[in-house]
């Protein structure tokens, strides 16, 4: 496979995944909570749909020579806690599955992004600045560009789906 495959399979293999936790979940259970008073499934949905569109949107800019484009979020904002509150109160009203289909067209956008990047820009660790030094077929393939869910948020969902078993 060529770095390109390599790094279009990696999206589509984190789609898939993410599309079975889905099923997993059940539709009857994407708004209960995950644990006591946090996020529901829909939320943490939401809060990665925000943060990965900002990631994709800086990306683009970035492999198109173009200035950063402002956040979605206030530009006073500058902690995880404040842009994660903002996430939340802005997207709180949306039915679960548009926050899903939401979810879909991310994966979508950073796929279409990977596949018109040129060989040089999906290997040159300095073409994104906000990718710390490597490049973005590397941070798709080892995993690092999806590791904010998975080491932040599967365990949770592991012990909430254990905890809901043993009721």
């Known amino acids: 496979m060529t770095v390109r495959e390599d790094a279009l399979a990696a999206i589509d293999h984190e789609r898939e995944l993410?599309?079975?936790?889905?099923?997993?979940?059940?539709?009857?259970?994407?708004?209960?909570?995950?644990?006591?008073?946090?996020?529901?499934?829909?939320?943490?949905?939401?809060?990665?749909?925000?943060?990965?569109?900002?990631?994709?949107?800086?990306?683009?800019?970035?492999?198109?020579?173009?200035?950063?484009?402002?956040?979605?979020?206030?530009?006073?904002?500058k902690t995880d806690e404040e842009i994660n509150e903002w996430i939340y109160e802005s997207d709180k009203e949306k039915f679960a599955s548009e926050v899903l289909q939401e979810r879909t067209a991310v994966f979508v956008r950073l796929r279409e992004l990977v596949a018109s990047l040129t060989d040089e820009q999906l290997t040159d660790a300095a073409q994104f600045e906000n990718l710390r030094g490597k490049s973005i077929s590397a941070t798709l393939t080892d995993g690092s560009f999806f590791g904010h869910f998975h080491e932040e948020h599967e365990s949770q969902l592991q012990s909430w789906f254990e905890s809901s078993q043993n009721r």
């Open 18 to 77: 993410w599309e079975r936790l889905v099923v997993e979940v059940g539709e009857a259970r994407l708004t209960e909570p995950i644990d006591v008073g946090l996020w529901t499934f829909k939320d943490l949905a939401s809060h990665l749909n925000g943060w990965t569109n900002d990631s994709v949107n800086r990306l683009r800019a970035q492999a198109n020579g173009e200035a950063q484009p402002a956040s979605a979020w206030p530009v006073h904002m």
